[in-house]
């Protein structure tokens, strides 16, 4: 019986402290708010009565002592407060006082914790591209009866990091559902298996929400499967254009190269080949260093951003720089993916036109030096591709016979066409020349072609309209001038200079050297010099540059004579007016600039004018040498006046001179006559010169001299003085005035002479003799 009462006791407990089940009662949750207002409310009572209670884990008793009377009940409470989700049980004993055991109490509750429910559990996203946002709803639902504070975490992976979850914490009340947003962001391609674990305050076991996929890359195409070029003319840029879609829900970033690409400087085109004059290379790229290829592909755009299902066209341009067939690829690059995730294929072929040059000789017939002809050669271009071409520089050194160029060197000539190139030529040297143009194609490897150049080389041509230059018959030591025309008949100008035949001429050319400009005329100076009296010859060479030489024959014959005097000595001489009885002199000097010796004898009215001297070369004067008994005579028969000849006014000293060439003379003519006269005289120089000719007269002088006699005026005939004396008193001189007035045109010099007590003062009180002029 015990058993069994004891069975029933502890059924009841059971029932007592088994906790309300929502599920299997709906009702009972409507009961649950009374439940816990009594025992709020037996909680108040109990702290108001302050009863001892005895408190266990999530278990509290009370009141934990007291008495029971006979015959009555006593009431405890149990309160049960589970702290964590799990079963409690604890067996409380009572003692009795006077009861032999104690009363036993076994209380057993189970703490049920927050039921939150996910509406699932494993979500497949498959294939998501890459850099996309890809969301997530999960709906999370509370069955339970208490709050359920939760809590996400993501896994520390590579795409566990790609997660994330908003909101990541929060609290569900009972019966709430509560929507978290879970996004999906990765930059990496893989496959990826990541559990999110969702911590529920409350419950012992987090709950896991599973997530699988595979990361991809944008998906995209071209709308061609390759790009041909077909045939492309050498340095020519050929575009092909195609269009590149994504087709993915993602922006793609992109960049775009050709494989297989050189690695050097940009490929030359044409156009630059054309206007850029420092481009010399006609051959283009020939194989070498691969690193040093051009760069012959442009990509444009080179790299771009294409948003979402949309598209973006391609412009590949190829300015090949090297003949040969081309089988590359287009790579194309994604950001976030890797590199050449897709190649499109490229074909091409550069092919070099040939061209014609005709004629193959140029011939220009007769060229002025340094004048510039032109002349046409025709380009044919007989390809359906355009050709480039191009004339070589010309090495110019100093050797060189002709200049050629052209003012369009390089040019374009279009698919099937022809085109007239311009070619000047000058001409350095004089005769026959040749010479080679040539003219390269852009891009060709083989010889360039040649237009042979040929001309003949003509200097310029002056006409000088005399042969012969006769001066005639011209006075020596003095500079005589002729004229001489230089006609240039030529489109160029004419470099000349001349000379003369002798060492030591007696001619001179103003100017010697100089330039006749085209097609006009230089009159040249001719000046003789001449420095003896006799014939002269010579002949003057006219030294054309790159032409003839011109010679004109000159003559001259001098006269007159090579001894100069420093002073006017001819032909007429005036002297002037001077006193008679009063000697005149005239000095002045003769130099023999001739280049032979003179022997002169100097005649005065037909008459040796000073027979008794003779002076030589060094100035010394010595007796007439006697060169022959016959000349002797003739000399002495001369130099003797006759007598009824006047006495002459006139002599020249010395008479009779011997000048070397180069030497000087000094001479004196001298005048005198006792009475006023006019006087007229010839003065007669002859002379041997060279020592062995005849004697010649070579200077004669018409002299002229007037000779006055001085006239004075005087004031007084005859000075009186009277001289009184006074005894006592001393004598004073006494002064009287005479005046004297020259009435001659010459100054006059005079000395007057007085005897005591007279004499001649300038002023009152000053005595004594004076000579006055």
């Known amino acids: 019986e015990n058993s069994v009462l004891q069975q029933g006791e502890e059924k009841k407990e059971e029932n007592m402290c088994r906790p309300i089940q929502c599920g299997s009662d709906p009702t009972a949750i409507h009961h649950l708010p009374l439940l816990s207002r009594a025992l709020q409310e037996s909680e108040s009572r109990a702290a108001e009565d302050c009863l001892p209670t005895l408190s266990l884990s999530g278990i509290t008793l009370e009141p934990a002592e007291g008495e029971i009377w006979p015959n009555t009940t006593a009431n405890f409470i149990i309160i049960f407060k589970p702290e964590e989700a799990k079963v409690y049980q604890h067996t409380v004993y009572c003692d009795v006082t006077g009861s032999e055991s104690p009363l036993r109490l076994r209380i057993k509750g189970e703490g049920l914790g927050p039921k939150l429910k996910l509406n699932y559990n494993l979500m497949d996203m498959k294939n998501v591209f890459i850099g996309d946002k890809d969301h997530y709803e999960v709906q999370m639902t509370n069955k339970g009866l208490i709050d359920a504070p939760f809590r996400f975490s993501c896994p520390d992976t590579t795409f566990g990091r790609c997660f994330s979850i908003n909101p990541e914490e929060g609290v569900v009340p009972p019966g709430i559902c509560q929507a978290v947003g879970v996004t999906f962001h990765s930059q990496i391609l893989g496959s990826f298996f990541e559990d999110l674990l969702l911590t529920v305050t409350g419950q012992s076991q987090p709950l896991t929400l599973t997530f ?17 070029f077909g045939d492309v003319a050498f340095g020519f840029p050929a575009t092909q254009t195609c269009t590149l879609f994504n087709t993915s829900f993602v922006p793609m970033t992109f960049a775009l190269h050709v494989m297989g690409d050189g690695l050097g400087s940009a490929s030359v085109s044409s156009a630059k080949q054309v206007s850029d004059l420092s481009q010399r290379n006609w051959q283009g790229y020939v194989a070498r260093d691969p690193r040093l290829r051009p760069v012959e592909f442009t990509v444009c755009p080179a790299a771009s951003t294409v948003d979402a299902m949309s598209n973006v066209t391609i412009k590949v341009t190829l300015c090949s720089n090297t003949a040969k067939k081309y089988e590359l690829a287009l790579a194309v690059d994604v950001e976030g993916v890797g590199e050449e995730v897709m190649i499109l294929p490229l074909n091409a072929r550069c092919v070099v036109p040939e061209i014609v040059a005709e004629p193959a000789v140029l011939d220009f017939q007769r060229c002025y030096l340094d004048l ?140 010697s050297e100089g330039e006749v ?9 001719i000046v003789a010099h001449l420095n003896d009296t006799r014939r002269f010859l010579d002949k003057l060479e006219i030294s054309v540059r ?58 005065i009215g037909g008459f040796l004018a000073s027979p008794k001297q003779h002076v030589n070369f060094s100035g010394r004067t010595v007796l007439p040498p006697i060169s022959s008994s016959g000349q002797r005579d003739t000399l ?116 007057l002479i007085l005897t005591e007590p007279f004499s001649l003062c300038e002023t009152p009180g000053d005595p004594g003799r004076h000579r006055t002029k």
């Open 212 to 228: 699988r996929g595979c990361v991809i890359g944008p998906t995209f195409h071209f709308n061609v499967y390759e790009l041909n």
């Open 372 to 511: 510039p002809y032109e002349q046409n050669v025709r380009l044919i271009n007989s390809s359906s591709l355009p050709a480039c071409y191009g004339m070589l520089d010309q090495e110019i050194e100093e050797s060189t016979t002709v200049l050629f160029g052209s003012s369009v060197p390089r040019g374009v000539l279009p698919p099937g066409s022809s085109k007239e190139i311009p070619v000047f030529i000058a001409a350095r040297v004089v005769g026959r020349i040749q010479n080679s143009l040539c003219i390269a194609v852009f891009g060709s490897l083989q010889q360039p072609l040649e237009v042979v150049l040929s001309c003949i080389g003509e200097g310029p041509n002056v006409y000088v309209p005399i042969k012969q230059l006769k001066f005639g018959s011209i006075p020596v030591l003095t500079d005589v001038t002729r004229t001489l025309q230089l006609l240039n008949q030529s489109p160029i100008p004419a470099h000349f200079n001349t000379c003369m035949i002798h060492k030591q001429s007696f001619w001179r050319v103003e100017p």
């Open 517 to 525: 400009p085209p097609e006009s005329q230089l009159e040249l100076k």
């Open 546 to 603: 790159d032409s003839r030489t011109h010679v004109v024959s000159l003559s001259a014959s001098g006269t007159g004579t090579t001894i100069v005097s420093d002073k006017p000595l001819g032909p007429n001489l005036d002297l002037g007016t001077h006193f008679c009885n009063v000697l005149y002199q005239y000095p002045f000097k003769l130099t023999n600039h001739g280049p032979r010796h003179h022997r002169m004898f100097w005649k």
């Open 636 to 751: 002495r028969h001369r130099s003797l006046p006759s007598s009824n000849r006047d006495k002459s006014v006139f002599t020249l000293s010395p008479a009779c001179v011997d000048l070397s060439p180069g030497s000087s003379v000094d001479m004196v003519l001298a005048a005198f006559t006792d009475s006023p006269k006019i006087v007229h005289e010839r003065l007669v120089c002859d002379s041997i010169i060279g020592g062995h000719g005849c004697q010649e007269t070579i200077m004669s002088v018409e002299m002229m001299c007037r000779f006055v006699a001085p006239v004075l005026s005087i004031s007084s005939k005859q000075l009186n003085f009277y001289v009184k004396k006074v005894k006592g008193d001393s004598l004073l001189p006494v002064y009287e005035k005479l005046v004297l007035h020259n009435v001659s045109s010459l100054s006059l010099s005079m000395e």
